[in-house]
């Protein structure tokens, strides 16, 4: 049960909303409830349309490094629910909807199904399994200029060992970036900061001209996670 905070003492009234701990629910969820609730990006995605407040993310990384460009052929592994892919299509013209503008892709892709994007190109598949990256390639009807990835391994309550894990997707995800991506490509995931990604970090620096770490503002202060963007691929290094 939820309830609109009351008045304060000068009268202005508390926007906020209480989260009433109910019979059966753990702390944790009304934890977590309240923070979904009073989250302004959680309200602005509902406003605007998105999947999830993520989207928000990856608006911020492309505004500021500007790698979603009209054309573009995009990648998004892991893609639901599908927030990254509703503002790839948008910025990389995947609808024709720029006049002038060339018509980009969003080509995303998970392991289960997921409800249709409008522009978007989805489809089940593992990106680990063998010959997923001649499949993307063939879907694509050529290489990538962006693979992008919001994943995450399903937590185990113990933050070393979901570090690692998410650190060895990220891994596995830009392998698949190295054999699918264009000349001057990008590559952008989700990493956790806690110092195991040396090995990422050194493979990219050899493959990319540049390297950045970012956390956007859409990141929750609270979350250990952290953006790679890594531009200017090169094919031959």
Same mark, same amino acid.
């Given at each position: 049960?939820?309830?609109?905070?009351t008045?304060?003492?000068r009268?202005?009234?508390?926007?906020?909303?209480?989260?009433?701990t109910?019979?059966?629910?753990?702390l944790?969820?009304?934890?977590?409830?309240?923070?979904?609730l009073?989250?302004?990006?959680?309200?602005?995605?509902?406003?605007?349309?998105?999947?999830?407040?993520?989207?928000?993310?990856?608006?911020?990384?492309?505004?500021?490094?500007g790698?979603l460009?009209?054309?573009?052929r995009?990648?998004?592994?892991?893609?639901?629910?599908?927030g990254?892919?509703?503002?790839?299509?948008?910025?990389?013209?995947?609808?024709?909807?720029?006049?002038?503008k060339?018509q980009?892709?969003?080509? &995303?892709? $998970?392991? %289960?199904?997921?409800?249709?994007?409008? =522009?978007?190109?989805?489809? !089940?598949?593992?990106f +680990? *399994?063998d &010959?997923? $990256?001649? %499949?993307?390639?063939?879907?694509?009807d =050529?290489?990538?200029?962006? !693979?992008?990835?919001? +994943? *995450?391994?399903?937590?185990?309550?113990?933050?070393?060992?979901?570090?690692l894990?998410?650190?060895?997707?990220?891994?596995?995800?830009?392998?698949?970036?190295?054999d699918?991506?264009?000349?001057?490509?990008?590559?952008?995931?989700?990493?956790?900061?806690g110092g195991?990604?040396?090995?990422l970090?050194?493979?990219?620096?050899?493959?990319?001209?540049?390297?950045?770490?970012?956390?956007?503002?859409?990141?929750?202060?609270?979350?250990?996670?952290?953006?790679v963007?890594?531009?200017?691929?090169?094919?031959?290094?």
């Amino acid at each position: 049960m939820v309830k609109q905070g009351t008045g304060s003492g000068r009268g202005r009234r508390d926007l906020r909303v209480r989260v009433k701990t109910a019979r059966g629910r753990k702390l944790s969820s009304t934890r977590w409830l309240d923070r979904q609730l009073n989250d302004p990006y959680v309200q602005r995605a509902r406003a605007e349309g998105y999947r999830g407040r993520a989207a928000f993310k990856l608006i911020e990384l492309d505004d500021k490094f500007g790698f979603l460009r009209p054309g573009a052929r995009v990648v998004d592994l892991g893609c639901a629910p599908g927030g990254w892919a509703q503002v790839a299509v948008t910025r990389v013209n995947a609808l024709g909807q720029k006049p002038g503008k060339p018509q980009g892709r969003v080509l &995303g892709v $998970d392991l %289960q199904e997921i409800d249709d994007i409008p =522009g978007a190109e989805l489809h !089940v598949l593992d990106f +680990m *399994a063998d &010959g997923a $990256d001649d %499949q993307l390639k063939a879907w694509l009807d =050529g290489p990538a200029d962006v !693979v992008m990835s919001d +994943m *995450a391994a399903s937590s185990s309550g113990h933050k070393q060992t979901d570090h690692l894990r998410i650190v060895s997707l990220c891994e596995a995800a830009a392998e698949l970036a190295f054999d699918v991506l264009s000349d001057g490509g990008t590559f952008v995931a989700k990493v956790l900061a806690g110092g195991a990604e040396g090995t990422l970090q050194a493979q990219l620096k050899k493959r990319f001209t540049k390297v950045a770490n970012i956390k956007p503002p859409a990141s929750r202060s609270d979350s250990s996670e952290k953006y790679v963007v890594a531009t200017g691929f090169r094919p031959t290094a």
